[in-house]
């Protein structure tokens, strides 16, 4: 890592905007998709064992001592000093990404059903586009919020598909599953923003160790109320995935692309995982997979493509 100062963030912003994005970049989100997608299949098998809010406290709690470990072992001259005022911004980071959203998420899917919570969470590209007209002042051209438009229909068909409009949705649930999706977005600009100067390992392990000191009450409160089960090693070894793969590999990754990529463009990789929750659903616990959600799929691939190309020569970005 170089050692020279790192530009301010306005700086930053138009150096991004002036170069091409690393392939890596865009590998890293990728990585994303794929670990976040079978998550969902994660869960369900770690369900069979453990209860939600306890689920989020373990694997925030073994992710973030892994990075932390990680952070420390790297020589002295390479780590980032740490200041009061940088863990506030951390632990807020960690309270609003990790804390905030899986509670929103898991209460709102308590109360509605699972093809809303699907279409909601796809709203997160939405806000971070909004977002970003009053924060990074990121001009996105037309394609870009063409791609995601498109994207969100492909996902809107595959869970209506998928789920063959079942109810059970309430209003009070869709509310908390886009508070869910609001604060996701929310922390897509304040990463990015930190990133600027500090390292992706960094940033991560004290997000994962922050969200899991904010989570730790409530899965205390949970434990009190409805116990804790003996799980078994299916269960065990889910959250062991869901630990290591996602709020330590896939936050790692996403903090990495995060770095390079334009806010708008990193959130429309969110509309992957669907699409690859439902295939994994599909092999792993043979949920069905009709032709028709096939199509939905490439819809949202085509979408993504769409938002991730280059911009065109004459396009103009505020910076």
């Excluded at 420390?72 to 309270?95: D, I, N």
């Excluded at 078994?232 to 889910?238: H, I, L, P, T, W």
């Excluded at 599909?282 to 993504?304: D, H, K, M, P």
């Amino acid at each position: 890592m170089a050692t020279s100062t790192p530009p301010a963030p306005q700086v930053r912003q138009r150096a991004e905007t002036a170069t091409s994005v690393p392939t890596s970049a865009y590998a890293a989100m990728a990585g994303v998709s794929l670990a976040f997608g079978l998550s969902f299949v994660a869960t369900k098998i770690a369900l069979r064992g453990f209860e939600p809010l306890l689920i989020a406290f373990l694997r925030f709690t073994v992710a973030g001592g892994v990075l932390w470990l990680a952070w420390r072992l790297r020589p002295r001259q390479r780590r980032e000093p740490v200041t009061r005022a940088e863990l506030a911004r951390l632990a807020l980071l960690g309270f609003v990404s990790l804390t905030v959203y899986f509670s929103f998420e898991n209460m709102g899917i308590a109360h509605t059903s699972a093809s809303d919570a699907a279409i909601l969470i796809a709203t997160i590209p939405i806000f971070v586009l909004v977002l970003n007209a009053f924060t990074l002042r990121e001009r996105n051209h037309g394609a870009v919020w063409l791609g995601v438009v498109l994207s969100f229909a492909g996902v809107v068909a595959l869970v209506e598909l998928g789920a063959g409009g079942a109810g059970g949705a309430s209003l009070a649930g869709d509310l908390l599953v886009l508070a869910a999706s609001f604060s996701a977005a929310v922390y897509n600009l304040m990463a990015r923003r930190l990133l600027v100067t500090r390292t992706a390992l960094f940033v991560t392990a004290f997000q994962n160790l922050f969200g899991a000191l904010f989570m730790a009450p409530l899965a205390a409160v949970e434990a009190a109320t409805v116990g804790v089960r003996t799980p078994a090693a299916s269960a065990a070894s889910a959250v062991l995935y869901l630990s290591l793969a996602c709020s330590a590999g896939g936050y790692l990754l996403l903090n990495y692309g995060l770095r390079f990529v334009p806010a708008g463009r990193v959130a429309a990789f969110v509309n992957v995982v669907p699409v690859i929750a439902v295939v994994a659903a599909y092999v792993v616990l043979g949920e069905r997979f009709t032709t028709g959600q096939a199509v939905a799929a490439v819809v949202v691939v085509v979408g993504v493509w769409i938002t991730n190309r280059p911009a065109r020569a004459g396009a103009v970005r505020a910076g």
